[in-house]
């Protein structure tokens, strides 16, 4: 006999069956029982919580010829007919297929007639939010006058794009998340009837991965119970949903707030060499985060059920780690969680979290430390240890910026050095980057970007993680500029003597000349080139008309590019240089 998937096998049959969403259950029995059902529901949740399993028993309730205080029979001819797939007047559609207007306009006629063997017809529309406009429409014109024997159950996931005009004509249930420990009770319950023995730490580590959605969480369980049918153990529930023991996490949020970034580099290199997910890494490590919070405020808020995959180290790290630094992490975590999305490179963001974490909290200023909620109980040394690092970075920062302002003659506008403090837009360096861009050249950015991979395989393994995220956008025999995507790790490489030196070294053996790197953050730097052609472009033009004043009427002045515009174009590329006569 040919294996049947669980959640066919356990698909509820009736009310009672249905897992964590008691209010929804008992408040339709209640309509059935007192004959107050709706001719239109929407229901609402995520997937797999339950939405068209309930639609089906609502349909047999609504039908039963035998139905036993508001719940189907599931024995009679209706009931088991609706159960086979083969009652004609309980009609299901899937709008993510059929989206037609036609398809609705089929139902706006066929449901005027009385149904053939059932007391009321009911139409099943999953996915409802994929129909067509027309198609709503023409659903709205069914909705508005619905006939007798009609009961029309909607189920979507997205509510939020079904017209208002829809909703307004229907009873809507949103179905909730089930939790972790309605999830593992029900596994429990399957392996208990299959005879097969579990591991209480596999079932929760099943139940956060399918967070919160049955169907998800039993097709785990399928393919765990594939790997041997005797015993579920946690290995196997990990191996399937590729997340990581607590004791990995754990090992690493202390490495990392221990200042130990290359430790966390390799917890993270031996996670993700095993096979696991880097987003499912993330989603990992925020979980365990979040707990270890919510531990220090109010333990007894932990899932019971989630409290099974905690280990010994959690109480402690609880106590090691400052409430404040948690919240970082957390929020460093969930931006490099939206990062990965968009990046064919997440290991690279990963590495990268683990320099950001690794370093010290930035300092709060007096108020805000004050207002922000109960003092981190930090001790003295810590205080310590962190204030002289910092000391110390702002010392190095200090540094890099003399050092990459004076680096071709002493600053020419002596503006007031801006107060670094924190992140804000990264300081850009015109007293560096105008020189270079002066006597740039598209022939000196290609060979640059030639060589460029090569200047970053020379680096070391951490600070080439960071400059992957790095582009050379200008070139002069002299100087490179080099933009950065991001904010915050751009000021880190600034303020890395050694990194900015070591490419320096890296360019040098490449091409043969002392150059210097520059950096400018991606944002910036559409900015930064039209600012520069407006302010030395234009004087440039200026001095060079007064040094060769025309000695003859040149023949067609608009024709002929002014020499600044070729200088430029010939610099950034045609595409990217806008010529405007004002
Ligand atoms: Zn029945």
């Known amino acids: 006999m ?18 964590g969403q008691e209010a929804i259950t008992q408040t339709l029995k209640n309509a059935v029982i007192s004959k107050q059902t709706s001719h239109a529901y929407l229901f609402t949740g995520p997937r797999g919580t339950g939405k068209t399993s309930v639609a089906k028993i609502l349909a ?21 007919a609706i159960n086979e797939g083969s009652e004609p007047d309980v009609i299901e559609i899937d709008a993510a297929s059929n989206n037609g207007v036609d398809e609705i306009r089929d139902i706006r006629d066929k449901a005027k007639y009385a149904p053939a063997e059932a007391k009321v017809k009911v139409y099943i529309i999953d996915e409802v939010h994929m129909l067509s406009t027309g198609a709503f429409n023409a659903l709205l014109k069914t909705l508005e006058e619905p006939p007798e024997h009609v009961a029309f159950i909607l189920a979507t996931t997205e509510p939020n794009k079904i017209p208002a005009t829809i909703i307004s004509r229907t009873q809507r249930f949103d179905f909730r998340r089930i939790t972790s420990a309605d999830i593992q009770k029900h596994l429990a319950l399957i392996l208990d009837d299959k005879g097969i023995s579990y591991d209480q730490k596999a079932l929760a580590v099943i139940a956060r991965a399918a967070d919160g959605g049955m169907r998800d969480a039993l097709s785990i369980l399928d393919q765990v119970l594939s790997f041997g049918q005797d015993h579920v153990t946690e290995a196997n529930a990990r191996s399937v949903t590729g997340s990581v023991t607590t004791a990995q996490l754990g090992a690493y949020l202390k490495a990392v707030h221990g200042g130990d970034a290359a430790s966390g580099m390799g917890i993270i290199d031996d996670i993700l060499s095993a096979g696991r997910d880097s987003a499912r890494l993330l989603e990992d490590l925020i979980a365990y985060a979040r707990d270890l919070l919510v531990q220090q405020s109010a333990p007894k808020l932990i899932d019971a059920a989630e409290m099974a995959l905690l280990d010994e180290q959690f109480a402690d790290l609880a106590k090691a780690l400052p409430s404040r630094w948690l919240y970082h992490a957390i929020d460093a975590m969930s931006s490099t969680q939206q990062q990965l999305r968009a990046t064919n490179q997440p290991d690279l963001y990963l590495q990268v979290l683990t320099v950001r974490l690794s370093e010290p909290l930035p300092e709060v200023s007096g108020a805000t430390a004050a207002a922000a ?19 110390a970075v702002q010392q190095l920062q200090a540094t890099v910026q003399t050092l990459s302002t004076t680096g071709t003659s002493a ?9 670094r403090s924190g992140r804000r837009p990264a300081a850009v360096n015109t007293n560096a980057i105008y020189p270079i861009l002066e006597h740039a050249t598209r022939d000196d950015l290609n060979k640059l970007k030639d060589v460029w991979p090569d200047v970053l395989d020379r680096l070391a393994g951490m600070q080439k ?29 600034k303020s890395d003597a050694t990194l900015l030196q070591d490419m320096a070294d890296g360019l040098k053996a490449m091409t043969g000349r002392d150059e210097r790197v520059v950096l400018v953050e991606q944002k910036q730097w559409p900015t930064v080139r039209q600012n520069f052609i407006k302010e030395v ?8 008309e007064q040094e060769n004043p025309p000695l003859q009427p040149q023949p067609a002045p ?3 590019e002014p020499e600044v515009v070729k200088k430029i174009t010939d610099l950034l590329g045609s595409d990217n240089v806008q010529i405007k006569n004002d």
């Open 558 to 560: 608009e024709k002929q």
């Open 60 to 80: 047999k309730a609504l039908n039963c010829l035998h139905p036993v205080d508001g719940e189907p029979d599931n024995t009679c001819e209706i009931c088991t």
């Open 373 to 391: 909620a109960p003092a981190p109980q930090r001790n003295d040394a810590d205080a310590a240890t962190i204030a002289k690092l910092q000391q």
């Open 465 to 493: 993680s960071m400059m992957k995220i790095s582009e050379p956008v200008a070139a002069s025999p002299d100087g490179v500029i080099v933009s950065f995507d991001n904010d915050f790790y751009i000021e880190q490489v």
């Open 537 to 544: 472009g234009f004087k440039k033009s200026k001095q060079q």
């Open 411 to 419: 600053p020419q506008k002596a503006k007031a050095a801006p107060k």
């Open 2 to 19: 040919s294996y049947q998937a669980l959640y066919r096998v356990w698909r509820p049959q009736t009310f009672a069956q249905v897992v």
